[in-house]
């Protein structure tokens, strides 16, 4: 048998006490970068003359108090879904509701209206209607996505067909465009 030429060394050969000192040392690691992290960013914004504006964040309507144009007699109406985005490019947000009227037995007909507030006013107002309840649909998903209302509803194919069992599900698409919302078929959606 021949020689290795070098001789063995000793720190070549894995003990358990080289296991143990290399899982402290990462342990120990671990640690102490838990707890030295780096302070906040602190990135001066640019102010004076030629500089952009600060933008305005402005909260969107809120449905507390408005007067919705939906007739419920002597119930409520009920505000059921919410959804808030800049409709009309004017960087103030607008709020879009679905509402029907609080009916003790039942699937009471949505109304879906887009809300907005005047810097000055105490209170939103409805400023379109979207889904007008007469239409006897009920909405079962609302978005607002890059200045777009989306909605998905029930509704029923026919004047013949019963409340219980719409059969027609839709989805539509709304967007400002020439001072009024257009409605549309957003992509991909199919009626059933």
């Given at each position: 048998m021949?020689?290795?030429?070098?001789?063995?060394?000793?720190?070549?050969?894995?003990?358990?006490?080289?296991?143990?000192a290399t899982a402290t040392a990462v342990a120990g690691v671990v640690a102490l970068s838990s707890?030295?992290?780096?302070?906040?960013?602190?990135?001066?914004?640019?102010?004076?003359?030629?500089?952009p504006p600060a933008p305005v964040t402005v909260?969107?309507?809120?449905t507390t108090g408005v007067?919705?144009?939906?007739?419920?007699?002597?119930?409520?109406?009920?505000?059921?879904r919410t959804a808030s985005g800049d409709l009309d490019g004017d960087s103030r947000p607008e709020t879009v509701v679905v509402v029907h009227c609080d009916a003790p037995m039942g699937?009471?007909?949505?109304?879906?209206?887009?809300?907005?507030?005047?810097?000055d006013a105490k209170t939103a107002r409805v400023v379109a209607t979207l889904v007008d309840p007469k239409?006897?649909?009920?909405?079962?998903a609302l978005s607002v996505d890059d200045g777009a209302v989306l909605a998905d509803?029930?509704?029923?194919?026919s004047a013949g067909v019963p409340s219980c069992c719409p059969d027609v599900k839709?989805?539509?698409?709304?967007?400002?465009?020439?001072?009024?919302?257009?409605?549309?078929?957003?992509?991909?959606a199919h009626s059933v």
């Amino acid at each position: 048998m021949q020689q290795p030429a070098v001789p063995e060394l000793a720190h070549t050969h894995t003990r358990p006490i080289h296991w143990v000192a290399t899982a402290t040392a990462v342990a120990g690691v671990v640690a102490l970068s838990s707890v030295l992290q780096p302070g906040p960013a602190t990135a001066a914004q640019a102010s004076g003359p030629g500089a952009p504006p600060a933008p305005v964040t402005v909260a969107a309507p809120a449905t507390t108090g408005v007067d919705f144009p939906i007739e419920c007699g002597p119930v409520e109406a009920l505000v059921m879904r919410t959804a808030s985005g800049d409709l009309d490019g004017d960087s103030r947000p607008e709020t879009v509701v679905v509402v029907h009227c609080d009916a003790p037995m039942g699937t009471p007909p949505d109304g879906v209206y887009v809300l907005t507030q005047a810097a000055d006013a105490k209170t939103a107002r409805v400023v379109a209607t979207l889904v007008d309840p007469k239409e006897r649909r009920t909405v079962t998903a609302l978005s607002v996505d890059d200045g777009a209302v989306l909605a998905d509803y029930l509704g029923y194919s026919s004047a013949g067909v019963p409340s219980c069992c719409p059969d027609v599900k839709e989805s539509a698409k709304w967007q400002w465009k020439d001072d009024a919302f257009i409605r549309s078929t957003p992509a991909g959606a199919h009626s059933v």
